[in-house]
């Protein structure tokens, strides 16, 4: 690997003006947990690393309001989240993504801000973000703005965030009464999935409410497929509706092939998968939050 320096500032605001400055040709870390297997792969040179390790004490909270919002500082790391129980019983659906989200030592160190930035397609978090219509902060010098979660993503490794932005906060919506993720993977559990969908909606007496339906590393970021929720959107659900909901996803979704299998083959595994998301959705509803 190429000799880097580590800078370490003592606050945002000077963390900031690091990588705002015109000369600066580095990248700030966290948990460093891509970046350092991306600097021993060889395919991350840099000249300096912004580290934001000093600033956790300001930037790690989870609250969570009497609403079910919730609000994430940045610096909190995906093991906190995972722990903190208020988090989990408003938003059942991240608990079920972290039991199989990379392995409990990743979680303990990344975080949720250095984790979302990244971009990396394969990640599970994202399309259930999405799915729950979440957003990011991002600051820099010159302000702060908030940035939906479905259109933070660009393309593969690319995000909405400028150079000289940090993203500081995350923000998820009260969790609909059905939400559910699976991750496919042809490899261990917590390895990277060959596919991911997510699917949030409430119900309405028997018929699917507004939804939002996401899929994840099968395309080069995360993919609303709008097409599929306005088919189902105001039906019951039936055998019937399942088989259209999943052939409608499969001509809606713009699948890339990669190493983890063949467009054919992850047309086969959403056309399976698909109707499993909306039926488990429905069998974990929370009584509390169906519409009359």
Known sequence: MSPYELLR???LDEALELIAAPDFAGRPVSG????????????????????????????????????GQARVDALATLGEMERHAALMRS???LAQVFVTLANP????VAMIGGYLSHGDPHMDLPPVLSALDARVTARSVRGSREIPVDQLYQGYYETALAADELVTGLFI?????????????????HDWPTLGIAAAFDMTGDRIGRARLFIGAATDRPKRLEQT????????????????????????????????GSMEYKQ??????????????????RPATRQA
């Open 9 to 11: 500032p003592a606050s």
């Open 32 to 67: 460093s947990t891509a970046i350092s297997l991306m600097r021993r792969a060889g395919v991350l040179n840099v000249d300096s690393l912004v580290s934001l390790e000093g600033l956790r004490a300001s930037l790690n909270r989870i609250q969570v309001g009497d609403d």
């Open 91 to 93: 938003h059942p659906v």
């Open 105 to 108: 030592r990743v979680r303990n």
């Open 173 to 189: 919506p009260r969790q609909p009464g059905c939400a559910y993720y699976k991750k496919v993977t042809t490899r261990a559990r």
């Open 229 to 260: 929720e306005a088919l189902v959107e105001g039906q019951p659900w039936s055998e019937a509706l399942a088989r259209k909901a999943a052939e409608a996803a499969v001509a809606e979704a713009p699948l890339v092939a990669d190493n983890h």
């Open 268 to 285: 086969a595994l959403l056309r399976a998968y698909l109707p499993e998301v909306f039926e488990q959705a429905m069998k974990t509803a």
